[in-house]
């Protein structure tokens, strides 16, 4: 099955500073690719997803790079404020079948004001 | 966010005894899914449904079942609660024509 690993585990910048967290997948088949932001006692919240057709995906200050003949897609924040501070988790899936998400074990982010 | 609620929202129970948790879902969508999250390992799939009565089991099955007897509802058992099965549960919602999965607000299930 698919696997997901996820680095780094924490990161720690400084405000206004970029953040980049990067995600590697095993199965060649996965086309789909969101991101979730999650903060302490709430649910995953998706902020951004990219499809295999696509390479780069952008919303304001967040955007996911994905390389896939590497395997590897990656989240990227710029101008980081403190409200970005939270747990951020890939996954990874198949348009077919079961559709069921393949998550890393996440990244703490804190922004440092 | 997404029509979706879980029920319990905590619970705590003892070893051995049967457990039922709720997931109801406002949206009509056809897929519906159960993860349990634990630190350092993300989210994990435990059982997943394709429709009504269809289901199937994920990555992490064992000690529990599911039941999915109208589109809305998709409940999560524990046969027999251990406290291994100590965890958040995060029920999820999908469409049939995108891949995009939406959370509930997850159930804290502590076993004694």
């Known amino acids: 099955g698919e696997n997901v690993e996820q680095h780094p585990s924490t990161l720690s910048v400084q405000e206004g500073d970029s953040a980049v967290i990067k995600c590697t997948y095993s199965d060649s088949a996965s086309n789909y690719f969101p991101w979730y932001k999650q903060e302490l006692g709430k649910r995953p919240q998706l902020i951004i997803d990219?499809?295999?057709?696509?390479g780069e995906k952008k919303d304001q200050r967040i955007a996911v790079t994905l390389n896939k003949t590497a395997k590897h897609f990656s989240l990227h924040i710029t101008e980081t404020q403190p409200e970005d501070s939270a747990v951020y988790f890939c996954a990874a899936s198949k348009a077919t079948g079961r559709r069921a998400l393949t998550f890393g074990s996440g990244t703490r982010l804190q922004v440092q004001p | 966010d997404a029509g979706i609620t879980q029920s319990p929202r905590h619970k705590v129970t003892e070893t051995g005894t049967p457990v039922t948790l709720r997931c109801h879902q406002t949206?009509?969508?056809?897929?519906m899914y159960w993860y349990r999250q634990d630190p350092g390992h993300g989210l994990r799939l435990i059982h997943y449904s394709y429709g009504v009565k269809d289901t199937d089991k994920g990555e992490v099955s064992d000690g529990y079942s599911v039941s999915r007897s109208k589109t809305e509802d998709f409940l999560l058992t524990l046969e027999s609660a251990t406290s291994s099965q100590t965890s958040v549960y995060f029920c999820?919602?999908?469409?049939?024509?995108?891949?995009?999965?939406?959370f509930g607000p997850g159930t804290r299930l502590t076993v004694l």
């Open positions: 999820a919602i999908g469409t049939s024509d995108t891949d995009t999965q939406y």
């Open positions: 949206e009509n969508h056809r897929y």
């Open positions: 990219i499809r295999s057709n696509v």
